[in-house]
C-alpha cells in the first residue's frame, strides 16, 4: 500500500469514528428525554392512582353512612 492510500484509509477510519461518535451522544440523549418522559408519565400515574384511592374511599363512606341518614328522617 502507498503512503496515500494508508493516509486515504486513516482518514476515512478517523471521520466513521467522529460520526459514531456523534450519533452515540444523538443516542445518550435521546435516552436522557426517555427516561425524563417516564419520568413524567409515572407521577401522573401516581396523581392518578392517589385520586382513584380518594373517590373509592369517598364514595364507600357515603354509601356507608347514607342509610343512617336517610333512616333518621
Not at 503512503?3 to 466513521?16: A, C, G, K, N
Request: glycine share 2%; hydrophobic share 45%; net charge positive.
Amino acid at each position: 500500500m502507498s503512503d496515500d492510500q494508508i493516509i486515504s484509509l486513516l482518514t476515512e477510519i478517523r471521520d466513521l469514528q467522529k460520526q459514531h461518535v456523534e450519533n452515540y451522544k444523538n443516542a445518550l440523549q435521546n435516552q436522557r428525554e426517555s427516561i425524563e418522559f417516564q419520568k413524567s408519565f409515572v407521577a401522573r400515574q401516581r396523581k392518578l392512582v392517589f385520586l382513584v384511592i380518594v373517590i373509592v374511599i369517598v364514595t364507600f363512606t357515603v354509601m356507608a353512612f347514607l342509610p343512617q341518614f336517610l333512616g333518621h328522617r
